[in-house]
């Protein structure tokens, strides 16, 4: 089965900063990454798909990359709504598995 | 646009089975362009893939409940379910159903059902 890893588990941030969030996958999964948003009561919500594909909907300031193992998410400029839990999903092989979410918080 | 609503008891006896369902609308599940997955999610914790349903009902279960799940699919009531048999507290939990693409990612997410197993 492969592991997923999210760095960090939480962090705290200010409206406008630039975030990134790293997952780390325990063997090569190619492209096949994929990252979510969990607002707080709220199902998750496709933001990023094969790395790098931005869902329909979700807005232009989300971005991912990487390959192999290591992929980031980054957030080119924070919005208040942005304010939730972010998971990775590797979709190589199954057991499909997440990463352990990080969650993102107001400083 | 496509919606996916979860209903089903939301109080399960320990060792009894969960059954849940999941409708589909504005698409058909008969389409045969997606998955039709399960997650779950206990309480302030992480998100575990239960496994996929295909319309023709082929299905792929994460093997570490694969001996207590069950998936089906009603093509004529566009909807799938779920049975987990032998719960217990572990199993309390969100459960979800999901649109998944044929590249295995939630596309789109029902609402959630909390079901808490507890005598």
């Known amino acids: 089965d492969i592991q997923m890893t999210q760095s960090p588990s939480s962090l705290s941030a200010s409206v406008g900063d630039r975030v990134t969030i790293t997952c780390r996958a325990s063997?090569?999964?190619?492209?096949?990454l994929n990252w979510y948003q969990q607002q707080p009561g709220k199902a998750p919500e496709l933001l990023i798909y094969?790395?790098?594909s931005l869902q329909s909907g979700a807005p232009s300031r989300f971005g991912g990359g990487g390959s192999g193992t290591n992929f980031t998410l980054t957030i080119s400029s924070l919005q208040l709504e942005d304010f939730a839990t972010y998971y990775c999903?590797?979709?190589?092989?199954?057991?499909?598995?997440f990463g352990g979410g990080t969650k993102v918080e107001i400083k | 646009q496509v919606q996916l609503q979860e209903s089903g008891p939301g109080l399960v006896k320990p060792s009894e089975t969960l059954s849940l369902t999941c409708t589909v609308s504005?698409?058909?599940?008969?389409?045969?362009?997606?998955?039709w997955s399960w997650i779950r999610q206990p309480p302030g914790k992480g998100l575990e893939w239960i496994g996929y349903?295909?319309?023709?009902?082929?299905?792929n279960y994460n093997p570490s409940l694969k001996s207590r799940v069950t998936m089906s699919v009603d093509t004529s009531k566009n909807q799938f379910s779920l049975k987990l048999r032998s719960v217990s507290a572990a199993d309390t939990a969100e459960y979800y159903c999901?649109?998944?693409?044929?590249?295995?990612?939630?596309?789109?997410w029902g609402r959630g059902t909390l079901v808490t197993v507890s005598s």
């Open positions: 999901a649109l998944t693409g044929l590249h295995w990612y939630f596309a789109l």
């Open positions: 349903i295909y319309y023709t009902g082929s299905t």
């Open positions: 094969t790395a790098s």
């Open positions: 063997q090569n999964i190619g492209s096949y």
């Open positions: 504005g698409d058909s599940i008969s389409g045969g362009n997606y998955y």
């Open positions: 999903q590797q979709s190589y092989s199954t057991p499909l598995s």
